[in-house]
Structure formats: C-alpha cells, structure tokens
C-alpha cells in the first residue's frame, strides 16, 4: 500500500481550521435525498450524511432487498443493472435489467409503481445507468431512455405523460440529420447515461456504435415539458463550424461518434454544462480522418441555455486507441497558491486526471505536449505530439515493462513473457499494426462509474490496470485469398472490431465461434437487429443482409437453408462483396481488428503483476497521491496465498462526511466501506451478485441508507437486486 495519510491529516486539519467549506454546485439540499444521477449538479458523489460513520460502519446490515430481476423470465435480456437509483422525497426511483422503470418506498424497498416499456421491444436496448427526475409546481415526471427512445414517466403514478413529444416518447435520432443528405434512423442510437436538467431543458449526449456505421454524437437539448428539440452542438463539426478544418474535407457526411456516453454535469449558477468525448469511428484507424479530430476525445464547456460553444480541451488529438473520455467530469473548488479555484476535474482512460479551470478551460498543473511514435499503418497519419500532465501523478501504469509482468507464479510469468515476444509494448501512444501491440487505456484507468470529491478537494478514483493486446489486419489481404462472402464481408465490417476477424472474442467480448446447437439463427438474428447490453443495435441492417450474418456466424451452409428460398442466392457462399448497392466495405476502414483482447496468464488472470485493480485518493489542491490501496481480490487465489491483487472494477465511489467511501465494483462480489484517510478496509458485505454500478446514500425519517445495484454479468453470474443497508 502506497500511502501519505500523515500529508492528509495536515491537509484536513488546515482546511477545517482555517477555511470555510466550498460551495458546490449541487440540488442535493441538506444531502437527506440522492436526487441527481452522481448525487448533485456537480457529480461530486458526495453526501454530507454522517450517521454512518468510521465507529459504527461494521454494524452495518441489509434491512430490505428488491428483485428487479422479473425481466430475464420474459426473455428481454439477462440480469446486468448498472444503475444508479435516485431518491427525492423518501421515493427511490430505478430501472430493471429489462428497462421497466420503478418507484420504490426507500425506507422499506416497497414497490409503488412500475413501468414497463413493452412497445419497444423491437429496437436495440441500452444499459441504463441511471434516471433524470424534474419537478415544477405539481409537474412531477422521471425522464429516462429505452434504446432510441426517450420517455416522460409521471412520478406520482408511472404513466406516461402524453404531452411530452409524441404519447410521452422523443425519438433520440431527433436533430442528428442536421446538414446531412442521408437517413440516419437506421443507426444505433442510444443513451446509456442521463441527462442533466437546467430549467426547462434537458441536455443529453448519446451512445452510438464504435465502427464505420457510426450515427453522430452531437449534443442535444429537449424542452423537458413538450419534448421539443431547442438546440444541438455538432461534435464533428460542418462547413462553418469552427474545428472544421481539422478534419478532411467533408468527413462529416462520413464519419460518425465523437460521443458523449458517459454523461455529463452542471455548473447552474454559471449555466454551463461540462462533459467528455470519445473517439471518432471508426476505432483504431483513422486513415479516413487525417487531422486532430475536433470536437473528439474533448473535456468540453457549452453554453446550457443555447449550447453555444464556450471552451474545449483536447486530450487526444486522432485518437488511435479508443480512449474515449470515459466518466463523467467533476466540478469542484480547490486552493492553488492560497486561493480558492473553480475546476472541473476528468479522469480517463489511460489513469490521467486533467484539472480545469472552470471558466477558461486552462490546466491548473503544468501538461507537457511530448513527441509520440508517427510509424502507423498504410494510409494513416497519427498526430506527431500527444498531452502528459505532470500532476497529478498517474493513478494507473502507463507502459507495460518487463519489469511488470506478472509474478503470481513462475509458470505464469513464463507463459506471459512467451506471449509478449509477438507484440511492440514499449510506448502508450504506439499506433495499432499487424504485428500486434499491448498497450494500456482501453477498458483501463477510470470507467463509466465515476469517481467522488469531498468538500476539503480530495478525489476519489477506482481504477483497472488490464494491458490489452491490440492486432489488426488489412481488408485487402482478405480479398486476396479469393471472393469474400456477403456473410464474411458482413461480419468484418459490423462485428470484428469487438469479436476479432476470426471470431475468437477475448476479454469482455465473448466468442463468436462453435454457436451452432448453442443459438438458433433467429434468437442471433434478434440480438443483431436489437442489441444487448454494451452491443448495439444493427438497425441499418436490411432484414436479407441481418440472416446473411446471422447464417455467417452460426456456420451455416450459406445456400442450404431450403426454407428460405427468397433468400437462397444471398445464401450462395462465394458471391462476392463488390456491387454498389450494398458493398459492405462502403466506409469501411481499410484495415480492421483481427484480434482485440486482454494479456493474460495460461489461467485467464491479468499478465502484469498485481495489484489489478486499485481504490486511490487524490489531493486536487497540490496533486499528490495521499493513498492507493487494491480493491477487491480473487478468493481462489487467495487461498492459494496470493491475496489483495485487486480486480477489475467498474461502478464508482460514493464519499461521506462520515468519513467513509463506499464502493462495490469488483469481480468478488463484495461492498466495501474504506477509510477515506488511510485507505483501511472498515467493512464489507457479500452480494447475492456483483455490484457493477454505483451506490447511493440517503436518509428517511432520520435513518441513514445505502443501496446498491446488484445485476451481476461481464462473465459473471447475473443478479437483478437491489440491496439496502442500514444500521
């Protein structure tokens, strides 16, 4: 354990002497509700309630469970709850693994309401991480997103409100048209994070697929009564737009992403809406996009009543590794040199945190721009200079080393180093190539869950320390073994930037091969046409080219299938891939994935040595580390007397003026109640599934609670309850 807990208390001691608290942006009130998704306006996860504290957290029991696990007998979709719930007036509102909305009493876990979006079945579905809740005067109503709808849910009762758009639904495609010759209903859009509200507007970013059918990931602004789009920020900007120039010419009627999935915050006095990007699409080749790639992989400030453009900050210009702007950002007041600073604080992918001043977008800490390899793959032109903050320090390695490979046993430090003589690890920014590369920042450092500030400037920041190995390969050497299929061509431009080219899977993509007798071709054709967590709809697929795939990936003989005589010619396994209409190579990359999954051991655990993953405290005022502990362990190998190696973690912290940081997250199943000064351990509780999803506190007639998402998935068994604590 790496820690500075003497540094912390001589922070603490002088804050509280000396200083008032600072003033958060928030609409959490006295902190007795968790209104907002992260909390409050500023996404601190923060509560100011201290009932449970140091002294008593190990008192902590569960004082009611909710199933909302109904949807996996209905056939919707298995277990996996990201969300995080919300409570405004002793009512706690959440979704299920199925996307049926509920309202529960939070001091009981009584259901008052529920309900279920069963009309739209048919379209892709998202992963919901959490809910908007608005009221004005009697107007009570809970905004929330199914695939590419978003409804308007009255909160007294759970019907919808029909003056909102259309019967109480907005089409997410809304807007995203704007300056372009071509229908774009057919692209998967969805919204995986809430909105946040500022007056009578809802701002909202989206989720889109990360390949060449990309839909654009503008900014959108609904009115929160009628539904009415009122304004839209072009992430990839048109003639016109400033930041047009850093593309080619044109690219916008190509290129699609730019997104903001992982939500964003809200500085309500100054009326400015803070939020993060992700890459452009299509991932890992960029030789269509030559250029810095504005408004992509930006911490960016708009205008929340126009969505006029106020600032940005890039902090990757063409990115090549998928390193989305991945949580949300953080607004809070920090001391620089005996005054007080407004900051709004991005941690990422690659373990960086970016400390903004909040008006102007410039660094409180010095970042160097450094030179970075350019040797990329035919066509491509990565950007010769990429950012290095100098403070804070990294909370996630950087480069992978010999000296990192893991040592849990020397049979698996040999099979590792085997691996790695294939591939190039020497730099974070090496671009992608044939040969293979290991790199870190992809599904590494900060996840969707977030983190949590406490009002004396201290961040809160799990985070996963998983090298990945990256190889690509090019469409051409494909063709030059001989025509490509319509079934082949299909899966190399829709599925193989996740599943590999061979269909091998690896990480959190599961494997595409040996499906036959598993899946039936029309349960593989619903999840190509409706998505299923993470995985997108494939909506622009025609339903002739959805069965092509569909037979493609289950191995069928593509022309025997006699009950589909419509069907029998694209069935025919050598047609080749070369007719204008539907060329499946349209906008495709000229090179694509062939392999994208973890480094590991011959017995699937991470190939660095531990810790895997780890629970860090950050001081914002000077940027030094205070402590960094592992979180969470793998009990199978702690029986084995390899304990305290972390997992891989996704959900965030809740932090307590109690004193305490809350966090589930990890493979083992557990919650965890730390320290926040030190980092100790002070509680933990077995989850009847893993908490990947982040908690709440609140309190109702004077009773502290916490609850806590337990859905389960990403490999593990799936779950679909809520849990509450209490003392």
Not at 8 to 25: D, H, I, Q, R, W
Not at 669 to 698: C, M, N, S
Request: charged share 25%; glycine share 12%; net charge negative.
């Amino acid at each position: 354990m790496r820690t500075r807990a003497g540094l912390y208390a001589a922070v603490m001691t002088a804050f509280l002497s000396g200083c008032k608290e600072p003033v958060m942006n928030q609409t959490a009130g006295n902190g007795t509700d968790w209104p907002v998704y992260g909390g409050n306006s500023a996404g601190n996860r923060y509560s100011p309630l201290r009932q449970i504290n140091k002294e008593n957290v190990r008192n902590l029991k569960v004082v009611w469970t909710y199933d909302a696990a109904e949807a996996e007998k209905e056939g919707q979709r298995a277990g996996q709850i990201q969300c995080q719930p919300i409570v405004v007036d002793g009512i706690l509102y959440g979704t299920t693994p199925g996307l049926k909305l509920f309202a529960l009493r939070a001091d009981t876990g009584e259901q008052v309401w529920k309900f279920s979006p069963s009309g739209d079945r048919t379209r892709g579905k998202n992963t919901s991480r959490g809910v908007v809740y608005r009221e004005k005067n009697e107007d009570k109503r809970i905004l929330y997103t199914v695939g590419p709808t978003l409804y308007a849910i009255n909160a007294r009762n759970g019907v919808p409100v029909k003056m909102f758009g259309k019967q109480g639904k907005v089409d997410l495609h809304e807007g995203l048209d704007t300056g372009l010759d071509k229908d774009v209903q057919s692209l998967s859009v969805t919204a995986t994070s809430p909105g946040v509200l500022y007056k009578d507007l809802l701002i909202m970013g989206s989720s889109v697929s990360e390949g060449g059918d990309a839909a654009p990931g503008h900014i959108r602004a609904f009115n929160v009564v009628t539904g009415r789009l009122e304004w839209i920020f072009r992430t990839i900007p048109q003639p016109g737009d400033a930041g047009y120039e850093t593309w080619p010419e044109n690219a916008y009627t190509k290129i699609g992403g730019a997104n903001n999935w992982a939500g964003m915050v809200l500085d309500e006095e100054r009326g400015i809406v803070y939020f993060g990007t992700g890459s452009p699409s299509s991932d890992f080749y960029g030789g269509n996009r030559e250029g810095e790639n504005l408004y992509a992989n930006c911490i960016m400030a708009l205008d929340a009543a126009t969505g006029k453009y106020i600032w940005h900050y890039q902090t990757i210009m063409h990115d090549l590794w998928d390193r989305d702007i991945s949580c949300p950002p953080n607004l809070t007041t920090i001391t620089v040199g005996g005054k007080e600073k407004d900051v709004v604080v991005q941690a990422t992918k690659d373990g960086l945190v970016y400390v903004l001043d909040r008006d102007t977008g410039k660094s409180v800490f010095p970042v160097e721009e450094r030179p970075v390899p350019v040797n990329g793959l035919p066509g491509e032109h990565p950007w010769p200079v990429q950012k290095y903050p100098l403070k804070p320090e990294p909370f996630s390695r950087q480069v992978l080393t010999d000296a990192d490979i893991t040592d849990i046993s020397e049979e698996a430090r040999t099979y590792v180093k085997e691996q790695l003589k294939k591939y190039t690890y020497a730099h974070k920014f090496t671009p992608p190539d044939e040969k293979g590369t290991v790199l870190f920042g992809y599904s590494g450092g900060a996840e969707w869950g977030g983190n949590a500030i406490d009002t004396g400037g201290i961040l809160y920041q799990n985070a996963n320390e998983e090298p990945w190995i990256l190889q690509m390969v090019s469409i051409d050497s494909f063709k030059a073994k001989g025509p490509v299929s319509a079934g082949q061509g299909l899966y190399l431009k829709n599925c193989a930037m996740c599943h590999g080219t061979e269909r091998e899977g690896g990480g959190q993509f599961p494997v595409l091969k040996g499906l036959a007798g598993k899946f039936s071709s029309e349960e593989v054709h619903n999840i190509i046409k409706n998505g299923s967590g993470r995985m997108p709809s494939f909506q622009h697929l025609s339903e002739e080219d959805t069965r092509v795939l569909s037979a493609y990936i289950l191995d069928m003989p593509e022309a025997a299938d006699k009950q589909q005589d419509k069907h029998r010619k694209v069935f025919e396994p050598d047609k080749p891939v070369n007719n204008a209409r539907d060329s499946v190579f349209g906008f495709q990359p000229e090179y694509v994935v062939k392999s994208w999954k973890q480094l590991q051991d011959a017995e699937g655990y991470p190939g660095i040595k531990p810790p895997w993953g780890t629970m860090n405290a950050i001081d914002l005022n000077s940027g030094e580390t205070l402590w960094s502990v592992p979180l969470g362990e793998y009990p199978e190998l702690a029986a084995r007397g390899i304990k305290a190696t972390g997992t891989d973690n996704y959900g965030g912290p809740v932090v307590t003026a109690g004193g305490l940081v809350f966090i589930a997250a990890t493979k083992d199943e557990k919650i965890r109640a730390f320290d926040k000064e030190t980092g100790e351990v002070l509680w933990e509780h077995q989850l009847p599934a893993a908490g990947f999803a982040t908690p709440v506190t609140y309190e109702v007639n004077g009773r502290q609670y916490l609850v806590i998402a337990a859905g389960g998935g990403r490999g593990l068994k799936t779950g679909g309850k809520y849990v509450a604590f209490g003392l």
